[in-house]
């Protein structure tokens, strides 16, 4: 396969990227009502050179909110101090800290898409997860802090494995349909939360709140050696797993009868392969990431275990699975981009006055042209998959 | 009406489909159209309909040249199409199918005119004798009988050229003939027929004259009365097929399966095979006939352990496997090669080489400890495509992309990677060409003198008579007759299967 192949599967998702900043660039623009001013006033030209220009200006604070600001990398350099190089890698570092636990949630989906089976539920067993974390480490209170981290991380695992079980046992044996069934399962997840949030054992003592005790003393590590910085080694864990689920995926028995099951279930087991085992298994893996993935974030990033822990990580992460491809490099590269698009907004907002809602609405526009990928063909004149439309594969393949 | 193909030439990128196509068909004339799949047919057809423009070349209809631009166009210029699979409504009745698209109103609101559709329909049946239930639902008519409707709906809209698409290939033989006979008929009235087929007995049947295409270019044009098989294969191929393959006599030794007094259940929990007995024997190849819904399926299944045995006992090499899983029975040296290559055979969207580890990935050497020895599987499944002449650009091609013949190989040539001792094949040329035909079938009697006892399941008589040494006859879901191969006679056999003792 050549280099130019290789890439062939980026065309649409980075298509799709590009297409959903220029149609929000064109919203921006008219609904840019003192630009809209000049144009009522006659002045078209003008109209669209101070249009265009606030919206170049939107999307630099986006990416410099996102990634950094050149000037402060200059400077950094220059003075050279940890203070100067904290300000200048910030805005980087809370992308990837977003984009951590969308990296874990979107790997639950994309191994549960690869076998045929939906996992709705990553919601749940990712706050599952982050409860078990949780409990753990206030149980292990008082351990060396490695091994009481370590404990936590396995908890949210297991977890999170538990209840990505229950919806794959319950298919495998009944034929519940894993939909309803994870959905469902999100609600009894909240609950259970509301639950233990209430108990004795996981409130700060005099707390009324439902929010648990600060567990800031199983610290993931943060990553860089920089005061103030939230990246902690979680985010390195997540990209060495989404490493670890490729491999098993593509190089392991199991991952081949995931994806044989995932793709011609019929055909998986006329090859003697068990349909019902791999639901199940696929599952179970499925929870276990989202599950880390929760613990991760409790123990490396908010330290402390509320309902607001999960910001719809679940949901999201069908979304990037989808954008990526459901493949692990692709969930990276798309979860990166959703925690950038989450934190340069904030930048974008205090420097235009532009709503932070605009980055939902690109986001939201990302995946229509990700599901719609004949669109995105059209308007760039692609050629489809195979040949020409219509012309019989096999035909191609004879000759 | 004289239809004319001139010249005709489509490219696709990376194919040459129709290279300067030239064909010919007087009224009232039936135009056999033969060709492997991939030889351009459907192209030609998919242009003659409208479907494609065609680079260069003309259609010329009574010898004025034409353009469609769409397929409505072709329709109003008298062309109609019966594709292979059918485009009717299920819940429809006859009357509604053939004129939906074509429906005469009546009234101030323009409503569906029933009464005269209907007097129509039963016009165009009596004419042609195209025998047909005119208030039927589409849904309980047989295939056969669907393809009467599709093609009364042709007629319906006044065609004056008829092209079917392979149109034998959902039939049995009996409907066959019935085919031919409407053929005849509409013929016979003035009717120009296209009859694509890469049957050789179809076209020498009911053809006038015969084009044959070979990798996108005019290979010959014969007459039926001029030709042979023999001679049509060749220009299919581009080379001498062997079209029934010579096997030695058998040399039957212990019985390998052993099916006694078995019931198995279909999908719909009716009871399918009621009752079969049959032992097939090392060295030996068992081909059992039948129309297809006779119980076959369920019995192939039962024996392959994709289905339980509800009653009775099946036996492979000593071991009984009445409720056996696949992969035990695979393990006990069964081959496999199922009847929908594409439902249960293949995973389209995997490449050759993970098709070609299909039912063995677990095994050394693809796998040890779990893992995938790549190197291994890429070295047997290269070997595989070389031994078997699987045309694949390389083994990390989807499956999806290889032609029906190559993929029927790849199974072949996955299940024969294993030590054999049972063969269970169903349909196993079904929708093939004439070389991958014969290249299946001495692979086939390859295993069987290689001491592997074969069970081959097949609605074609040929290739029950072509390759059974002993031929069973399956009827209501029991084996009704079991002769040797030289008492198998077409009459004898094709009794049987009409449930004739």
Known sequence: ????????????????????????????????????????????????????????????????????????????????????????????????????????????????????????????????GALGATA?????????????????????????????????????????????????????????????????????????????????????????????????????????????????????????????????????????????????????????????????????????????????????????????????????????????????????????????????????LVIMFVAAPDLVRQIYRLRPKSAEPGAPASEGAAA | MRLELREITKQFPGVLANDRISIAADRGKVLGLLGENGAGKTTLMNILSGLYRPDSGEILIDGTPRVFNDPAEAISAGIGMVHQHFMLVPVFDVVQSVALGAEPVTGAVRTFDRTTARARVVELSTQYGLDVDPDAKIENLPVGVRQRVEILKALYRKSDILVLDEPSAVLTPGETEELFTIIRGLAASGTTIIFITHKLNEVLEVADTITVLRRGRVAGTVLPSETNREELANLMVGRDVELTVTRGKAHPGEAVLEIKDVFVRNDRDEMAVRGANLEVHAGEIVAIAGVQGNGQTELVEAITGLRRVDSGHIRIAGATVDQAKPRKVSDLGVAHIPEDRMRDGLVKAMTVAENYILDSYHREPYSRGGRFDRTSIAREAQRGVDEFDIRTPSIETHVGNLSGGNQQKMIVAREFSRPVKLVVAAQPTRGLDVGSIEYIHKRIIEQRDAGAAILIVSTELDEVLALGDRVAVMFSGRIVGVLPSEQATKEAVGMLMGGVH
């Not at chain 1, 909110?65 to 910030?90: C, K, L, N, S, Y």
């Not at chain 1, 011609?264 to 349909?275: F, H, I």
């Not at chain 1, 990276?332 to 932070?356: D, R, S, V, W, Y």
């Open chain 1, 1 to 128: 396969m050549s280099s130019l192949a290789r890439l062939r599967p980026l065309a649409i998702p980075a298509l799709a990227v590009l297409s959903a900043f220029i149609v929000g660039s064109v919203f921006l623009i008219f609904t840019d009502i003192p630009a809209l001013q000049v144009l009522f006033a006659g002045r078209p030209v003008d109209f669209l050179t101070t249009a265009f220009g606030n919206v170049v200006h939107a999307y630099v604070a986006l990416l410099t909110g996102a990634f950094g600001d050149p000037p402060r990398f200059a400077e950094a350099i220059q003075q050279g101090t940890p203070q100067a190089w904290a300000t200048a890698v910030r805005p980087l570092s809370e992308t990837l800290v977003a984009a951590t636990p969308l990296i874990f949630t979107g790997l639950a989906i994309a191994v549960s898409f690869r076998s045929g089976v939906f996992n709705i539920g990553g919601d749940g067993q990712f706050v599952l």
């Open chain 1, 136 to 364: 753990t480490a206030l149980l292990l209170r008082g351990f060396p802090a490695p091994i009481t981290l370590l404990a936590s991380l396995v908890a949210g695992i297991v977890f999170g494995a538990a209840w990505g079980f229950i919806p794959g046992f319950l298919k495998a044996r009944t034929g519940a349909h894993e939909v309803i069934t994870t959905i469902m399962l999100n609600y009894v997840a909240l609950q259970i939360v509301q639950l233990a949030l209430r108990t004795d054992f996981m409130r700060p003592p005099k707390g009324s709140e439902p929010i648990s005790q600060v567990i800031d003393f199983v610290r993931v590590p943060a990553l860089l050696p920089l005061p103030g910085l939230r990246l902690h080694w979680g985010f390195v864990v997540a990209l060495i797993v989404a490493a670890m689920v490729s491999y098993f995926l593509f190089r392991t028995t199991k991952g081949f009868e995931l994806r044989s099951a995932g793709l011609n279930l019929t055909a998986a087991r006329y090859a003697g392969m068990s349909a019902g085992g791999s639901i199940i298994l696929a599952m179970v893996v499925s929870g276990a990431l989202a599950g880390l993935g929760g613990a991760f974030q409790v123990l490396g990033t908010v330290t402390q275990m509320s309902n607001d822990i999960d910001a719809g990580y679940g949901w999201t992460a069908i979304a990037l699975s989808l954008l990526g491809g459901n493949r692990p490099s692709g969930v990276i590269i798309a979860a990166i981009l959703f925690g950038a698009l989450n934190n340069g907004g904030h930048e974008m907002q205090i420097e235009t006055a532009i709503p932070l809602d605009l980055l939902v609405f690109i986001q939201a």
